[in-house]
C-alpha cells in the first residue's frame, strides 16, 4: 500500500509561485508514473499534470501549460509540482496520485492518492 502526502500549499497573490512537493512511502517509488490533479470547490477533480517513472516525459493539462513544472527524485521518493505565473483561477486543493495506468488524465487512471493540500491564489 502507498501512503503520498502532500506538502506546500499556501496562500499566494495572482502572479507568484508556489511548489508543491509529494512524499511516498510504501512502496517502489521508482516503480510508479506519478500525477497531480486538483479540485476546486463544486467542480469536478482535474488532471493537472503526469510523470514517468525516470522522469523522461511529463504532461499537462492544457490550463496549466507552459506556467507548471512537474519533476521527481526517485532517491527521495518525492514529486514536485512547480506552479508560476499563479490564477485566482488555480485556486483548489491539490492532490498527488501515484501508479497511473492509461493515458492518466482521469482520475479512474490511478491507484493511489494524497490527502490534498490547499492552494489560495488571491487577486
Known amino acids: 500500500q502507498v501512503q503520498l502526502v502532500e506538502s506546500g500549499g499556501g496562500l499566494v497573490q495572482a502572479g507568484g509561485s508556489l511548489r508543491l512537493s509529494c512524499v511516498a512511502s510504501?512502496?517502489?517509488?521508482?516503480?510508479?508514473?506519478m500525477g497531480w490533479f486538483r479540485q476546486a470547490p463544486g467542480k469536478e477533480r482535474e488532471f493537472v499534470a503526469a510523470?514517468?517513472?525516470?522522469?523522461?516525459?511529463?504532461n499537462y493539462g492544457d490550463s496549466v501549460k507552459g506556467r507548471f513544472i512537474i519533476s521527481r527524485d526517485n532517491a527521495k521518493n518525492t514529486v514536485y509540482l512547480q506552479m508560476n505565473s499563479l490564477k485566482p483561477e488555480d485556486t483548489a486543493v491539490y492532490y498527488c496520485?501515484?501508479?497511473?495506468?492509461?493515458?492518466?488524465?482521469?482520475?479512474?487512471?490511478?491507484?493511489?492518492w494524497g490527502q490534498g493540500t490547499q492552494v489560495t491564489v488571491s487577486s
Open positions: 496520485a501515484a501508479d497511473g495506468r492509461g493515458r492518466g488524465k482521469v482520475v479512474g487512471d490511478w491507484a493511489y
Open positions: 510504501g512502496g517502489a517509488f521508482s516503480n510508479y508514473p
Open positions: 510523470i514517468s517513472r525516470g522522469g523522461g516525459t511529463t
